[in-house]
């Protein structure tokens, strides 16, 4: 189901926090609240705004591919999937259980979405240069676009990938950096200083813009500027606020893996249905 109005996206962000939560309590496990719950706005626009699919034809060639490389905010991933109409809500419920389809990281299901696995961090851009050098290769039109977060960017793989981006000019190609300033072990600037990230990817030959993420009014205003034919690819560097939403979660790094309990679940869906 695809939005116009930034009102319909932003109240789809709010439905897709509510879901997130009964989603990650009923699995009665743990579960990486925070760093899903910092890109809700950036996959809500790109599901349900900016890219382009068929749910008639999950494999249809000219699809726009997305590559979840911080796999672990799958909870996010999965709900605005099945938000946009790729399985029923009823498949929510699997969520990290034995024999379900929804792990705790990506597995490739192109019937539920899904376009690539991922666990070990700063494989994404790789896979998403990949595809684009053969879209380019067999003259196709699709976009790739990858979620990475800034912990991730301590990877050189992700260096890497990105230089051959900008040496192919592969133009259709965008990464987005979820910068929410933290990572399991603590706050980036403490295990590993990005330093001035947007800098860093113009360096590197990217087209680059720095904005709100959580911010749907300003996302959209990035993406009807953006030219996907000058020969450069496309990096956005989203400021958010991991656990955004529930307020014992933002910015408190005890979310980035835990199991919520009884009365955190009472007090999120107090929070989330009071707004």
């Given amino acids: ?5 930034i009102q319909e996206l932003k109240d789809a ?7 997130m939560v009964k989603t990650g309590f009923a699995s009665n496990y743990a579960v990486h609240f925070g760093g899903a719950l910092s890109s809700v ?20 060639a000219e699809r726009d591919r997305f590559f979840l490389s911080k796999g672990h ?3 996010s991933y999965y709900t605005v999937l099945q938000m946009a109409g790729f399985f029923d809500e009823d498949k929510l419920s699997t969520f990290q259980q034995n024999e379900g389809e929804l792990s705790s990281h990506p597995v490739r299901n192109l019937e539920l979405g899904i376009e690539s696995s991922n666990g070990s961090l700063g494989q994404g851009l790789s896979l998403a240069v990949g595809n684009q050098i053969i879209a380019v290769k067999k003259d196709r039109s699709y976009r790739n676009f990858v979620l990475l977060g800034d912990g991730e960017c301590d ?18 190609l965008m ?88 009365k955190e679940f009472q007090q999120a869906m107090e929070e989330l249905r009071g707004r």
């Fill in 1 to 5: 189901m695809k939005m116009k109005s």
């Fill in 13 to 19: 962000a709010e439905t897709a926090r509510i879901k």
């Fill in 41 to 60: 706005e950036l996959l809500i626009f790109l599901y349900l705004k900016e890219m382009n699919y068929d749910l008639t034809c999950r494999e249809w």
């Fill in 73 to 75: 905010g799958v909870l």
């Fill in 155 to 172: 990877e050189g793989s992700v260096w890497e990938a990105a230089m051959c981006a900008s040496h192919y000019h592969l133009d259709h």
């Fill in 175 to 262: 990464a987005i950096v979820d910068r929410n300033g933290l990572q399991s072990d603590g706050t980036n600037d403490s295990v590993m200083s990005l330093g001035d990230l947007e800098g860093k990817w113009k360096s590197f030959g990217w087209e680059t813009w720095k904005l709100d993420g959580n911010d749907l009014a300003q996302i959209d205003a990035v993406f009807a500027g953006i030219d996907w034919n000058n020969g450069k690819p496309k990096a956005i560097i989203a400021n958010t606020v991991k656990g955004k939403g529930i307020s014992f979660m933002e910015n408190n790094n005890d979310w980035h893996h835990r199991q919520m309990t009884e």
